[in-house]
């Protein structure tokens, strides 16, 4: 505020003058506003009190109207006369429509009734009260057709058929029985609106002033209002379109349905509630803005009974609030009145007050201009007296500082000025101390200097580091290459001798020769679990998990070590109390025993005893295995599992060994969460303890149901050598991700796969389609698995097609003699590697004279490799799928083959003297005749890498050695297929 007003307003007096005028009315207005508030919301609460109770005693005479007419038509449905009259044909109305007319007269006298009618099963009027309706079909109205469908119907509001009277009338319709208790006709009460009108009208104003009463149906539509006639049926809100067609197709309103419907008299609040399923709780009110009297209005609702009618009674707020208001009006005038005569008392004392104050304020003007004589007036005795004095204190207090304040300001001069001496003297320090801080950074850039040299120095250190690995990795590749070559002869003949030899070999020569396999493919593992010491290390270990019985583990790793026991007459002893499942890699978990008992057979003496067991634990499983040797020396203990650690005793420079076993071991029960543990007395043997976690949360990634690693072994296999190029096979499981790992691999080999995820819908493709294979999985969601395969096996038309089941759960041994007869292999899901599943599913489902495809394909194959054993292997493998072999030990000779007479495909060893298969490809693909020759690479080496780097090269498969027949069966078949 500025200018006279704002200093006017600044002054003691307008102050106070305010805070009088303030707390003269607030509290009036404070306290009237309250009032206010409180007697409206009461006021409102009583009037929708009153409105509940008027809507619910209309609702209830709206009800008996409704149920005295019901009860009407239902008792004129069981009249003697009008029962006679429906079940006797047309010939015979005439004789029996006395009887009809009889029954139907009391209430034709109603005044309230227009007419009673007899409706036909055809939907036309048979009988009436009213002339010149007889006849007309009122197939039509929803009355009707409800009432011959067996139904007491009330019907809307609505216009009758004939033009003799439009007023609108309520129908009641009931049906007629026949005597086998069928629909004979329908009795049907028009009876006038003008009584339900009635009802609404006399309740107009019952509420209070201005209160009104409207029905409105299930559609919205105001059928009934107790003030306003215009207002009647016109619909609270557009209909929907099928509910509008509905009502035209009825002829609700006549010929003028559509347009009536059409001319809507907007209200949401009604249309939400009166559409709506459930209206909600009784007499909770609400507020509406009503077209009624354009008003905002109190109104409640309530749901009809006998029909789906919406009642609501409303009431204008100014109606309810105008207690209210007038109460308010009078505080008002009253707090008017208290607040003028509040000002006039406030002003007589203002005026008192205000003579001092200006005094006080002027002695108060003249200290601050430097007057230290000025003194204010202190007569009085009040507060003002009190503050005069006050001041007049504080004039004196300040007159004498002053005085003082001279004397501080000189004696703080001096003081200054010796303060000035010292700072000139910390200058001179602190510039000492400057050149003393630039000494010591000289020195510091000295020692950075230093650091920069170490760090180079270091990195020299990490490139000769990295060198070294990489010549370490390159080791191990050369070392698993010479490895690998005697390896491969020794797995690849033991295997074709098992394959071709079970009928001329005996059994203890067929065991001699499983021995040999399966000592070769272990020998072949613990190269593979050298080079698993550097992925270890490195933390690039790969564990496949699965859900393991870890006495079966055992029993496993007993089986293979009893020829090294038998060799030294040690005894093997299982201890198994019980199951003891564990999540493990099945392979690693075999290696860890084997390494255990291996050591424990090695230092045990002869005649001695080997104990391997398993017991189940809270966490999982503890597998325990205890020697009879001399013992671990306990000084040799803390380094026992360190990589190429061994205690220095006779015993041990005897057995020699890598020193690589116990490191591998620990790393792998490391690996799977587990700790291994060692405890051993002198003279008195060693217990190495292993505890494996049933869910591990360690490092290790599960995995989680059949992945294309899981299952690519096993189904190349048996793709190896397909059925049929392009033949159906027919996957049984609802598991979509089988159907489409499945779908994914054999795909490849020109397979069709279709999937089926019930019994039921299998058996319908397998006799639509006939497929060449069918994989079915033993739980089903329809059917069981085995119903299933019970049904293929016994069609004739069927019975040939081979069966594979493949399952996720363990098999009983009486399953397995079900089985036995009907299928050719049964597998586990992740485990389908197994020979025995592969040789039955050759021996079934493959015919000798398709071994190499179908009569005619025999194809030209040139086998390149340096060592003799080699190529002999490969030479059978490749014949044994009816090929015909040409072989040469060098590139040069291959060459020199290949450029003469093209072969059909070529597997070329990759590591050979003098030129390698790489630079024998590169001259392959620059010839014309050569360069679309498909090649395989068969090699020893298996590092990290080569496989990229060969097919890179431009070669078109890669088989590493030792090979496995079947992945060389599946390569050779797919080149020359395509």
Request: aromatic share 4%.
């Amino acid at each position: 505020m500025t200018g006279a007003g704002g200093r006017w307003f600044s002054t003691f007096g307008a102050k106070l003058a305010l805070l009088v005028l303030c707390a003269s009315t607030l509290p009036v207005l404070v306290s009237t506003s309250i009032g206010y508030a409180g007697g409206k919301r009461q006021l409102e609460a009583e009037a929708a009190e009153l409105l509940g109770a008027r809507a619910e005693a209309l609702a209830a005479e709206i009800d008996a109207f409704h149920a005295r007419h019901q009860r009407g038509a239902e008792l004129l449905a069981r009249a003697p006369g009008v029962v006679e009259f429906c079940r006797s044909g047309p010939a015979e109305h005439q004789r029996t429509g006395g009887g009809a007319d009889a029954a139907m007269a009391p209430h034709a006298g109603d005044a309230t009734i227009r007419s009673v009618s007899i409706v036909g099963a055809d939907a036309t009027i048979w009988r009436s009260t009213e002339a010149g309706v007889g006849g007309v079909s009122v197939s039509h109205r929803d009355y009707a057709r409800r009432a011959l469908a067996g139904h007491a119907t009330i019907s809307d509001l609505l216009v009758p058929i004939t033009p003799a009277d439009l007023k609108p009338v309520l129908v009641y319709s009931n049906p007629v029985l026949a005597a086998d208790g069928s629909v004979a006709c329908a009795v049907v009460l028009a009876v006038r609106a003008e009584g339900l009108w009635s009802a609404v009208r006399a309740t107009n104003g019952r509420a209070g002033e201005g209160s009104f009463s409207m029905l409105v149906d299930q559609y919205g539509i105001r059928i009934a209002h107790s003030s306003h006639d215009q207002h009647l049926f016109r619909a609270t809100a557009p209909l929907d379109p099928a509910a509008r067609q509905a009502l035209i197709a009825d002829r609700r309103f006549g010929d003028r349905t559509a347009h009536v419907l059409d001319d809507v008299l907007p209200s949401p609040e009604l249309a939400t509630r009166s559409r709506s399923p459930a209206l909600g709780e009784l007499g909770q009110p609400f507020h509406i803005l009503s077209a009624t009297n354009q008003q905002q209005n109190v109104a409640v609702a309530r749901r009809t009974r006998a029909a789906s009618w919406t009642l609501f009674v409303l009431v204008p707020e100014s109606s309810v609030t105008a207690p209210a208001r007038t109460l308010f009006t009078q505080a008002l005038a009253t707090g008017s009145l208290i607040a003028a005569l509040a000002l006039l008392v406030g002003y007589v004392f203002i005026c008192a007050l205000r003579r001092p104050l200006r005094e006080l304020a002027t002695a108060t003007d003249a200290l601050a201009g430097g007057d230290l004589s000025a003194r204010a007036p202190a007569e009085t005795r009040d507060e003002i007296g009190q503050l005069g004095r006050r001041f007049n204190q504080m004039a004196e207090a300040v007159a004498g500082a002053t005085e003082g304040l001279e004397a501080s300001v000189a004696e703080r001069t001096a003081e200054l000025a010796a303060a000035n001496a010292t700072l000139e003297q910390q200058k001179s320090e602190l510039m000492a101390q400057r050149a003393e801080l630039i000494a010591q950074r000289e020195e510091l850039l000295v020692a950075q200097s230093q650091l920069l040299a170490q760090q180079t120095d270091l990195e020299n250190k990490n490139r000769l580091v990295e060198r070294a690995t990489a010549l370490k990795s390159e080791f191990l590749a050369n070392m698993s290459h010479e490895l690998r070559t005697p390896l491969n002869a020794i797995i690849g003949f033991s295997d074709l001798l098992l394959t071709a030899g079970v009928e001329t070999l005996t059994p203890k020569q067929t065991e001699r020769v499983r021995h040999v396999l399966d000592s070769g493919r272990h020998l072949l593992e613990l190269i593979n679990d050298v080079l698993d010491l550097s992925k270890i290390e490195a933390g690039r270990l790969d564990l496949e998990t699965e859900d393991l019985d870890a006495a079966v583990a055992i029993a496993e790793a007993v089986q293979l070590m009893r020829p090294a026991a038998a060799k030294k007459r040690v005894t093997l002893i299982e201890v198994s109390a019980s199951a003891a499942m564990v999540r493990a890699d099945r392979a690693k978990l075999r290696q860890v025993l084997l390494n255990l008992l291996s050591n424990a057979v090695k230092f045990s003496p002869d005649g001695g005893t080997v104990e391997v067991g398993v017991k189940a634990t809270p966490a999982g499983a503890e597998l325990w295995v205890t020697d009879s040797g001399p013992g671990i020396p306990e000084a040799f203990l803390p380094r026992l599992f360190e990589p190429f650690a061994q205690a220095d005793s006779p015993l041990v420079k005897r057995h020699g060994g890598t020193g690589l076993g116990l490191a591998i071991t620990r790393r792998l029960v490391d690996a799977h969460g587990g700790q291994i543990e060692v405890s051993s007395t002198t003279e008195k043997g060693a217990t190495f303890r292993v505890r494996l976690p049933r869910d591990p949360s360690g490092p290790i990634a599960l995995r989680k149901g059949l992945t294309p690693r899981a299952l690519g072994t096993s189904i190349a296999e048996l793709a190896a050598a397909p059925p049929a190029a392009g033949g159906l096979v027919l996957v049984v499981d609802d598991d979509a991700r089988v159907v489409e790992v499945l779908s994914a691999l054999l795909g490849a080999e020109g397979f069709r796969v279709e999937g089926a995820v019930t019994g039921r819908s299998a058996l319908a493709a397998a006799r639509r389609e006939r497929p060449t294979l069918v994989i079915v999985d033993l739980e089903l969601p329809d059917i069981p698995g085995r119903e299933v395969i019970a049904a293929l096996h016994d069609d004739p038309a069927l019975s040939a097609v081979p069966l594979v089941v493949l399952t996720g759960g363990e098999l009983d041994a009486e399953t397995r003699r079900w089985l036995k007869p009907r299928v050719r292999a049964v597998a586990q899901k992740g485990d389908l590697t197994s020979g025995e599943l592969l040789a039955t599913v050759r021996k079934h489902t493959l015919h000798p004279s398709t071994a190499a495809g179908p009569a005619g394909t025999a194809r030209r194959v040139l086998i390149v490799d340096d060592h003799d054993l080699n190529r002999t292997l490969a030479r059978e493998l490749v014949e044994g799928m009816g090929h015909t072999v040409l072989d040469a030990d060098g590139a040069d000779a291959a060459l020199a083959l290949a450029r003469i007479d093209p072969p059909d495909l070529v597997l070329m060893d990759l590591s050979m003297p003098g030129k390698d298969g790489f630079q024998a490809l590169a001259e392959l693909r620059a010839e014309p005749t050569t360069a679309t020759i498909p090649v395989i690479a068969l090699t020893a080496h298996a590092m990290r890498g080569d496989e990229q780097a060969a097919l890179a090269a431009g070669f078109d498969a890669y088989v590493s050695k030792p090979v496995d027949s079947a992945a060389l069966r599946k390569e050779v078949a797919r080149l020359l297929g395509r």
